[in-house]
């Protein structure tokens, strides 16, 4: 797996005032690292959707072919902040599996109940 994302820094470390929107340069570095390595995973980060509305479905569309759905539950959800405004914060598990299945969807794909394996053992 190659993690590809934009960089969100958080407004109390020393690099807040650094890049603030590199989603762009994300979804190239993405689109490349796909057709020089095809078989790997690359995930579709709530990074992306956190700066721009359907970020992972277009992360989708431009080479990333995995998601990793946030299952932690609401009580600790905001004590992991990596950054702010993070996509889906306030959401349950369950509402979090149900939304990315329909946007997933909604792009003429299919979710996998698989472990997330390129290849099957």
């Known amino acids: 797996m190659v993690g590809i994302g934009p960089f969100i820094a958080h407004p109390n470390t020393p690099l807040a005032d650094d890049i603030k929107d590199n989603f762009d340069l994300s979804l190239r570095t993405m689109a490349i690292t796909r057709l020089m390595l095809p078989d790997i995973n690359i995930p579709a980060t709530t990074a992306m959707e956190t700066i721009r ?17 946030n299952m932690t539950t609401a009580p600790y ?40 394996s390129r290849y099957e053992n």
Not at 53 to 69: E, H
Not at 79 to 108: L, Q, R, T, W
Request: aromatic share 4%.
């Open 53 to 69: 509305p359907n970020g992972r479905l277009i992360a989708l569309n431009s080479g990333a072919n995995v998601v990793m759905i």
């Open 77 to 116: 959800r905001k004590k992991y902040e990596i950054y702010p405004n993070k996509s889906c914060i306030n959401d349950s598990p369950e509402h979090c599996v149900n939304c990315i299945k329909n946007k997933i969807e909604s792009i003429g794909r299919k979710v996998s109940n698989s472990k997330g």
